[in-house]
């Protein structure tokens, strides 16, 4: 069973720094892409940054040069280091992964963590 655990949401002022963790179940190897979304209320969920096993990695245009996305085999966790926040960057930030190396965001993800609220104030 796929489990997937978001840690390290917080309030931060603008130009402040997060670092999101999504722990996973098993071994991270098989998970071969795994992605980061965000929801802010009143708005469609939306890609923030995706990696498969490859190396493969995708940003949205909004956090290009301020988001950095990871993993950690060793510590079976996908990272998210956000940087230079700013208020739209406000919402739920949501963990998911697929077990193939299609890594397209656009496409659905079957798994899902319960998210971790990123507050970014002026």
């Known amino acids: 069973q796929v489990q997937l655990v978001e840690s390290g949401g917080g309030s931060v002022q603008a130009g402040g720094s997060l670092r999101l963790s999504c722990t996973t179940s098993?071994?991270?190897?098989?998970?071969?892409?795994m992605a980061w979304f965000r929801q802010a209320p009143g708005k469609e969920r939306e890609g923030v940054a995706s990696?498969?096993?490859?190396?493969?990695?995708t940003y949205a245009e909004s956090v290009k040069g301020r988001f950095t996305i990871s993993r950690d085999n060793a510590e079976n966790t996908l990272d998210l280091q956000m940087n230079i926040l700013k208020p739209e960057d406000t919402a739920m930030y949501y963990c998911?992964?697929?077990?193939?190396?299609?890594?397209?965001?656009?496409?659905?993800?079957?798994?899902w963590g319960q998210g971790t609220q990123v507050t970014v104030s002026l």
């Open positions: 998911a992964t697929r077990l193939t190396r299609f890594c397209e965001m656009a496409y659905p993800f079957p798994y």
């Open positions: 098993g071994d991270i190897h098989s998970f071969y892409c």
């Open positions: 990696l498969n096993s490859d190396g493969e990695i």
